[in-house]
């Protein structure tokens, strides 16, 4: 399509805009042309919409594995969240805030180990959307 464009627009006066084109040939038109950018700019605001979703649900995040790994996680407000991390061997209560991290609380003796299997990426959808939970 964009070759027949090109073609007809050089071939083209001021005047006669299709001139030198049949005249059942496809031409790109202003009406066209904002259409695939109207379409473009909405595809590229959902992709954006959905960063912007998973990186407020958090939960979906993995909680990392080896020498750290993220136990819980709460948010608190806006920008600050409560999280609890084990580091070889210890279990940290940490304050994330925008200024810093906090070490709220230091455990002694490590806290147990959750019974059941990490969730799986539907069983976590399922719950933040508040479906209550999935067998």
Do not use: N, Y
């Amino acid at each position: 399509m964009s070759t027949v464009f090109l073609l007809g627009s050089l071939g083209a006066s001021a005047a006669t805009p299709a001139a030198g084109l049949p005249a059942g040939s496809p031409v790109a038109s202003l009406g066209t042309l904002a259409g695939m950018l109207g379409s473009l700019l909405l595809v590229i605001g959902l992709i954006l919409v959905c960063a912007w979703l998973l990186k407020r649900m958090g939960s979906l995040q993995s909680g990392g594995s080896g020498l750290l790994k993220v136990r819980a996680s709460l948010g608190v407000g806006m920008k600050e969240r409560v999280v609890l991390v084990e580091a070889a061997g210890e279990t940290l209560l940490l304050g994330v805030s925008p200024g810093g991290v906090t070490c709220l609380h230091r455990f002694e003796a490590p806290l147990p180990a959750e019974a059941t299997q990490p969730a799986g990426f539907a069983q976590l959808l399922h719950k933040q959307l508040g479906l209550g939970p999935r067998a």
